[in-house]
């Protein structure tokens, strides 16, 4: 695919449609951040006009930045506000700037291996922002909400593939505030039926826009695989730990289902598409998946395809909560939102490898990341530092 392969049917839409859409205001929480930032620059494309509220807690605004030059012309669409859903005046701040037709909330803490260790700080961030978001929505009459909820949900299915409506068994504190606010999310509609919710469940984000210009920039250590192999690839780590190879799995190691962040991006247009077209949506609830289980041997050998480098492993035993196998039944977002994942393996890891190779270091320089990396390591035990799956 050419570098524009990202660019949808959607982006090419008439005029009419267009222009009704930038008259259409999104509020995006936690929009400077991996899966926000892909998500905002799609709204951009496809004609929305967009506010980024961000606490910067584990973004970067530079990410902004790189996103409003993506968009071209419709750059000029996206405004910026750094403040935390914690704090309700910021909340307020945002709503008396513009009238927003909806909602997307991404905002929240995320390391699954931290969730275990600081609980405490995860419910308080996690639940409490959404509190505070939807109190300051209902008031101002804005009630059309899209979550970035997560597949942790499930824990370890008894079968996969999994659909909507398997029985929910988190594992983590991190699991748990997705479910818990879910839940939120389910009484609030009940008891208004006006609020029109999506819960998005999606599965393992990996990948970049296939600029390279935007990708996922961890802060401290990498929670999940992919930054982990890109980091050995770019010479910032020696090896790649890989927990668990005793999985009854086809090679002995964990099966995930991974998606293009660019997949997840369109997801999230096409949710908000679904709550301005269906007056009597409730709060419905979709994956966002290929449908397709990849073992970490085989993602990793499909990165060192794409870019030719090798990764070193070593082995590890199994890290607890970790699940043997898990990927998503897609049919019913495919059906209802008319959305399907486009993308393979392969240019996962291209897209990925892209991004690593123009920025080694992420958004910020050398210098700045080592001072921030040292700060980590000085007050986060050795423990917690959970680099692969």
């Known amino acids: 695919m050419g570098s524009n392969h990202w660019l949808e049917v959607e982006s090419m839409e008439s005029n009419g449609k267009a222009q009704e859409r930038k008259q259409r205001w999104i509020l995006v929480t936690g929009g400077a951040g991996y899966i926000g930032a892909h998500t905002v620059l799609q709204l951009l494309v496809e004609g929305y006009s967009v506010l980024i509220i961000d606490n910067l807690d584990n973004s970067c605004e530079e990410a902004v930045h790189r996103v409003r030059k993506l968009a071209g012309e419709c750059g ?38 931290e969730s275990v260790s600081k609980p ?23 009630k059309n909400l899209v979550f970035s909820s997560s597949a942790t949900v499930y824990g370890q299915p008894e079968s996969v593939p999994c659909t909507e409506d398997y029985p929910l068994h988190v594992t983590n504190p991190y699991g748990r505030t997705k479910l818990i606010n879910e839940d939120i999310m389910r009484d609030v509609h009940h008891a208004d039926p006006e609020w029109k919710i999506v819960l998005l469940r999606y599965f393992n984000p990996v990948g970049s826009h296939p600029s390279g210009e935007i990708g996922e920039d961890p802060m ?118 008319g959305w399907r994942a486009k993308f393979g393996i392969a240019d996962m890891c291209r897209d990925q490898w892209n991004w690593a190779k123009k920025n080694p270091y992420g958004y910020r320089g050398h210098q700045e990341l080592e001072v921030h990396a040292q700060k980590f390591i000085k007050s986060e035990p050795l423990s917690n530092r959970h680099w692969a799956l």
């Open 120 to 142: 405490l700080r995860y419910y308080s961030n996690n639940l409490v922002s959404t509190i505070n978001l939807m109190e300051v929505m209902s008031k101002n009459n804005c």
């Open 220 to 337: 401290d250590y990498p929670n999940n695989l992919m930054p982990f192999v890109q980091q050995v690839a770019v010479g910032r780590k020696e090896v790649l730990t890989v927990f668990g190879q005793d999985y009854p799995t086809r090679d002995g190691t964990g099966i995930r289902d991974y998606i293009h962040v660019m997949d997840l991006a369109s997801g999230h247009t096409k949710a908000l598409d679904k709550l301005f077209t269906t007056p009597d949506i409730g709060c419905a609830v979709y994956n966002l998946g290929t449908g397709k289980g990849t073992t970490v041997l085989e993602m990793v050998a499909a990165f060192v395809k794409a870019s030719g480098k090798e990764i070193p492993l070593k082995y590890a035993g199994r890290r607890p909560g970790d699940c043997r196998e898990v990927y998503a039944a897609t049919e019913k977002a495919e059906k209802e939102l």
């Open 76 to 113: 000029e669409n996206l405004k910026f506000f750094e403040g935390d859903l914690c704090k309700v005046d910021d909340i307020q701040k945002v709503f008396k700037l513009y009238r927003f037709e909806a909602v997307i909330h991404f905002a929240g803490l995320k390391a699954v291996g």
